[in-house]
């Protein structure tokens, strides 16, 4: 699907889940969010750490869809009956690129999961990714590979 010839920006970002809401700025003035699910009740927020020290658009976008993919990881677990460990983190990298007919994004979403089943976890993350509503909106759109590492 992706007509990506050449890579012109890559937007990295890292999310943990976290039980507390206090906000924890980056003294290296990187991109560091507390974000959390609508109708929380829970109060469980999701930390994301960006690498780049001066986020765009593309880098904002895979934040905002960790957050959400985090969200749908732990929903489907719950659902699919499998504990994750504490460390648990999801990378969503999103590239925005060029080639034949103009300007394109792919991403890939890695899931991270310590000593984890290999097999539970994969089945986790694309379900995860069948329920996120972010992964729903870019479906069919752009190229996305989910990885699993448990190792």
Known sequence: MSNITKVLATGKTRTTPVDSAIFSGNPEGQLNLRLTTPGNPSGRVF???????????????????????????GLAAKEK??????DTHVEIEVDLGAGTGGYFLQARLTVFAPGADHAAVTEVAHFADAICPYSKAVRGNIDVVINVVTA
């Open 47 to 73: 930390d994301i750490e960006a690498t780049q020290p001066h986020p765009f658009a593309e880098q904002l976008f895979a934040g905002a869809w960790s957050a959400c993919y985090s969200g749908a990881v």
């Open 81 to 86: 009956k499998v504990t994750l460990p504490a």
